[in-house]
């Protein structure tokens, strides 16, 4: 028999993680699509002047952002056409000792969205997927922001400011904890002012497509002026990590105990953000 | 288990052709037969060509008659552009079933069953994971014909693996191929001086190089692979990289809606899409290839190597256009070069290949063996296949000592 006959299947490892792809340094695109060029354009034209001049971001306990690892950021989310992810991921860029790149997960209807598709993805928006989320997080060990609230943050009216939803169903204390990933809560101020929704059209919801179709100060009487934001001041405030390691096993399978979990983290940053409004004397100027 | 007598259905495809051509470098593999209703497209040395489709009685009895211990599958479709829908069920799902019923069975001598599958199977939506791995399913039921009929065929190949718990059973998703000697709807597309695209998307795009398809196939005959197998080259490229780095503008000619409208209407200027890869320029694919990397394969080109070499062809093509005319296959030919005893030198297959003391001494043994005397030497002894020869002509030393000892026997 030749020596290469009856080998078993040679498994070098079985660790996905030693499998992924190597880096091509010529490449400016991600695996993910995410584009160094077009994210680096956005921010130096649109994300350095809104951070530092028009929002004057004011960020506090970034040192919970763990340097190396994966970990999930959760947040709040609010206002019509939200501004807090990039802000947040602004900051880590600005702030952090070890700047790192933040991965945004964005509803799937983005990329059924002509240019939107495009847009989100290179600027580094990647659909929220369970899949995608453990990959990023467990195998390549980025930072991951979710919104848990969702569309529901978004479609929520001014006059339900800061007034937290639903965090989804426990879904990403499930997803941290099967990655093995931190949770790091972020409370959020300013979003809701800087592009407040007066009401909502179910009927221009419907024929236009999109997810939700708002009436803001600005929009859509204004046209595309619309989507010019009020200069509300913001705060972003990163809590202590909640560790999941203690999840395991069996305790994934438990809804209950993921569901207050999910309900914990919401308390809390429910919390911050109205000790951040306590103590804050005006929208505009903090 | 490595593959000692392979059957390779669908041997007239590009990919059966090479992974038998792959085969017959390996002297650990004994026989190789091809079948397919059609001529093969690459010159074949050792593969014994069986003109027949998939009429599982037929094969069921090439495969008991050669003891094949491992059938690979490559016939299915995976270009609607290619074969008429009818014509690409027949033989995406009527086929498989044929093929696996021939494979089947308490006394199949078939150790081993792999069958080519696409990433079709996975389908390209909206609300897919950026990679799909092995054990996900499509999230909405298919789209396509050609993608239901890849699904329907996997199904069969699903029920047989658990019908069969002694056969290993492989599947491979391949993912989009690409490469110099290719055809497909891709390389047409790549091959336009602009690169057709929906307007406001940039599909992330994965691609397998030419070289890795039967090199996949042929690491899953050598080793044991249960289960399934995506197959696709490391890194997603986004269509508009894929566009620079072939050097060619990106063209977005069809709008985002109504563009199925818009494609068909492109056939009046020849270029024609399938509606398969609409969804993929639309939402692009991508698969998790880690499993088959921990399974030991080493994959030759990533993605973007794949698409550099492609393009490197592209800039010779029109200088090499005429040179080298195409393989014919022309069975009287290959049959005189394989059984011919007249053939002699590098270009023969069969006897004409030995010395002639080592036909004097085979002539020798032949006449020392008890029985009835064979009426001519060379027809019958190089019947059981190419490989035979090839055996005679390896095992020349211990053929004479054989001789010697059939002497011994045959002296008192």
Redesign the interface.
């Known amino acids: 028999m030749s020596a290469r006959a009856a080998l078993p299947a040679p498994a070098p490892s079985d660790d996905p993680r030693h499998h992924l792809p190597a880096i091509e340094p010529d490449r400016r695109i991600s695996d993910w699509g995410r584009s160094e060029r077009i994210e680096g354009l956005v921010d130096r034209t649109l994300v350095e002047f809104l951070y530092h001049y028009w929002f004057r971001c004011e960020v506090e306990g970034i040192e919970h952002v763990p340097p190396t690892g994966g970990a999930l950021l959760v947040a709040n989310h609010g206002g019509a056409l939200p501004p807090d992810a990039s802000m947040i991921a602004k900051a880590i860029k600005e702030e952090h000792s070890r700047p790192r790149p933040l991965h945004l997960t964005v509803e799937h209807f983005f990329k059924g969205y002509p240019f939107l598709s495009m847009f989100v993805t290179k600027i580094g928006g990647v659909p929220a997927h369970p899949a995608n989320v453990h990959r990023l997080l467990h195998d390549e060990q980025q930072l991951v922001l979710v919104f848990p609230e969702g569309a529901k943050g978004t479609e929520k009216l001014f006059k339900d400011r800061y007034k937290l939803r639903r965090f989804g169903r426990g879904g990403f204390v499930e997803a941290a904890a099967r990655a093995g990933v931190p949770i790091v809560p972020v409370a959020v101020v300013g979003a809701e002012e800087a592009m407040p929704t007066i009401a909502q059209v179910g009927l221009l919801k419907r024929l236009t497509g999109l997810i939700y179709f708002p009436i803001t100060p600005l929009f859509p009487h204004l046209g595309l002026l619309g989507a010019a934001y009020l200069p509300a001041k913001f705060r972003i405030r990163f809590l202590p990590p909640v560790r999941t390691d203690r999840l395991a096993g069996e305790a994934l399978d438990d809804r209950g105990l993921l569901q207050e979990i999910a309900d914990e983290i919401r308390g809390r940053i429910q919390d911050e953000v109205l000790d951040i409004i306590g103590d804050r004397r005006s929208v505009w100027l903090g | 288990?490595?593959a000692?007598r392979v059957l390779i259905t669908g041997v007239s495809t590009y990919w059966g052709g090479r992974l038998a051509q792959a085969l017959e470098r390996?002297?650990?593999v004994e026989a190789i037969i091809g079948v397919s209703p059609d001529d093969p497209t690459c010159e074949l040395d050792r593969t014994e060509f069986v003109r027949v489709g998939t009429q599982h009685a037929l094969l069921r009895r090439i495969v008991r008659a050669a003891e094949i211990d491992t059938v690979v599958d490559t016939r299915l479709i995976v270009d609607s552009v290619t074969a008429p829908p009818r014509a690409a069920h027949e033989n995406n799902v009527i086929g498989t079933v044929n093929v696996l019923a021939a494979c089947g069975g308490a006394d199949s001598p078939v150790r081993k069953v792999i069958v080519k599958s696409s990433a079709h199977y996975y389908g390209s939506e909206?609300?897919?994971?950026?990679?799909f791995?092995e054990d996900?399913e499509r999230p909405h039921p298919p789209r396509t014909a050609l993608e239901k009929d890849v699904v329907e065929a996997e199904r069969a190949v699903e029920a047989f693996a658990t019908r069969n718990p002694g056969i290993t059973v492989t599947v491979l998703r391949f993912a989009n191929a690409l490469g110099p000697d290719l055809r497909t709807s891709h390389t047409a597309l790549l091959g336009l001086p602009a690169v057709p695209s929906?307007?406001?998307?940039?599909p992330?795009y994965q691609f397998i190089h030419e070289d890795d398809l039967h090199g996949v196939l042929e690491h899953a005959a050598?080793?044991?692979?249960p289960g399934v197998y995506n197959a696709a080259g490391?890194?997603?490229?986004?269509l508009s990289?894929v566009a620079s780095l072939l050097g060619k503008p990106l063209a977005p000619v069809l709008p985002?809606w109504g563009t199925g409208l818009a494609a068909g209407a492109m056939r009046a200027l020849r270029v024609r899409i399938p509606p398969e890869m609409l969804q993929q320029l639309r939402?692009?694919r991508?698969l998790?290839?880690?499993?088959l990397?921990?399974?030991?394969y080493h994959f030759g080109a990533?993605t973007?190597e794949t698409v550099q070499a492609f393009a490197e062809h592209q800039r010779v093509r029109e200088l090499r256009a005429g040179e080298g005319a195409g393989y014919q296959y022309e069975r009287e030919v290959e049959e005189f070069l394989r059984w011919s005893p007249a053939v002699r030198g590098d270009e023969g297959l069969g006897l004409g290949r030995l010395s002639r003391d080592q036909l004097a001494e085979l002539a020798r043994a032949l006449d020392a063996l008890p029985g009835p005397r064979p009426a001519r030497l060379a027809p019958r002894g190089a019947g059981a296949g190419a490989s035979g020869s090839d055996t005679l002509v390896t095992g020349s030393p211990s053929s004479s000592g054989g001789a010697a000892d059939a002497e011994l026997a045959a002296d008192p």
């Not at chain 2, 490391?234 to 986004?238: E, F, N, Q, R, Y």
């Open positions: 288990m490595s000692r390996d002297r650990s909206r609300d897919d994971p950026a990679f791995t996900m929906i307007l406001g998307f940039d992330r050598r080793h044991t692979l490391d890194g997603v490229l986004a990289e985002p939402y692009g991508a998790d290839n880690r499993r990397k921990a399974a030991g990533t973007r």
